[in-house]
């Protein structure tokens, strides 16, 4: 037992990470937690798990041909003739330690030879609101924006237009991308998605992957992606290869989602004039609008996120 990788279920329902790795590394081996059994796409994030439970349910079992640590780095060799070398790295960010576990396919990966541009997002610096419960959020420290966290209705990442919400991301490794899928999370999540001008997902892997992963049927989680995009189709699903594209991609299309908003409400007026001859139908009010109403009335409303269907329901009263 004690020369094998081990991978078992995480029994933390809590845990977002849902396996545990033995590594057979010194008398009673390294356990770490993890969101996948391998690194074969992307590089994994690893957490230090407190101990290998004696009850574990084991799903997997390799043979171990070799394991040493070399500074911050155990390299791991296993029996198997395919997807045989591994590396886990310890580091630290931000003051804490971050393990990841690699091979040398997704360290490729992880550098696919693509330079990304440097420019702005349709020639201006983008604002943008990142989730505050995003654990691992995006920095886009090689785009020219500035972020800022708070809590978003829908949606990981978004753009305001005169204060309003006007686009979001949601981000989706593939793991997590199959498991709400399944589970029909992301059903819900699309949902409040459709509620905005403009909104995607994003997910940081190719589609091909979906086929490949362990202990799900690519099968179901292909068909339930496909019936997601039929259900919801002003919300695209876009594949992007890794976590650093996917990041890229994100940036631009909030750039050109603020940008052809914002053209087209500062021309509203004009194209309104060339229905002359028919009643032209009245502009929906803003948030920002509803808003000074409300306060107006005397009625409180916070400054940011949904407003209420009942407070809607009132101005549309009030306003005939």
Not at 5 to 22: E, F, G, K, M, Q
Not at 150 to 162: F, H, K, N, P, T
Not at 165 to 183: I, N, Q, Y
Request: proline fraction near 7%.
């Amino acid at each position: 037992m004690f020369d094998d990788l081990l991978v078992a279920r995480n029994p933390d329902p809590d845990s977002t990470l849902p396996y545990l790795v033995r590594i057979p590394l010194g008398p009673a081996g390294v356990v770490v937690k993890t969101r996948e059994v391998w690194p074969r796409a992307t590089k994994v994030y690893c957490h230090r798990a407190e101990e290998w439970p004696a009850d574990a349910e084991i799903v997997e079992r390799h043979p171990v041909r070799s394991c040493s640590r070399r500074g911050p780095a155990i390299d791991l060799v296993l029996t198997r003739a395919r997807e045989n070398r591994s590396q886990l790295v310890i580091t630290r960010a931000r003051g804490r330690e971050v393990i990841f576990w690699q091979s040398p396919r997704t360290a490729k990966q992880a550098r696919p030879g693509v330079h990304l541009p440097t420019a702005r997002a349709h020639g201006q610096v983008l604002d943008i609101l990142v989730d505050s419960g995003e654990k691992y959020p995006y920095a886009f420290g090689s785009q020219q924006a500035t972020t800022r966290r708070q809590r978003l209705s829908a949606g990981d990442y978004a753009v305001e237009l005169d204060g309003d919400v006007v686009a979001a991301v949601e981000r989706k490794t593939l793991e997590d991308l199959a498991g709400s899928l399944l589970s029909q999370k992301l059903t819900y999540a699309l949902a409040e998605l459709t509620a905005l001008p403009r909104a995607a997902v994003v997910v940081e892997d190719r589609y091909s992957r979906l086929f490949k992963l362990p202990h799900t049927p690519g099968a179901r989680v292909a068909e339930a992606l496909a019936e997601a995009q039929a259900r919801f189709p002003s919300v695209p699903v876009v594949f992007c290869e890794t976590r650093p594209l996917a990041q890229e991609w994100t940036y631009r299309w909030l750039g050109a989602c603020l940008a052809e908003l914002g053209a087209a409400r500062a021309t509203e007026a004009v194209e309104n004039s060339f229905a002359a001859g028919r009643p032209v139908p009245a502009r929906p009010a803003s948030a920002s609008e509803i808003r000074a109403w409300a306060r107006a009335q005397g009625i409180d409303v916070s400054d940011r996120g949904r407003i209420p269907a009942d407070l809607l329901r009132r101005y549309h009263r009030s306003a005939g």
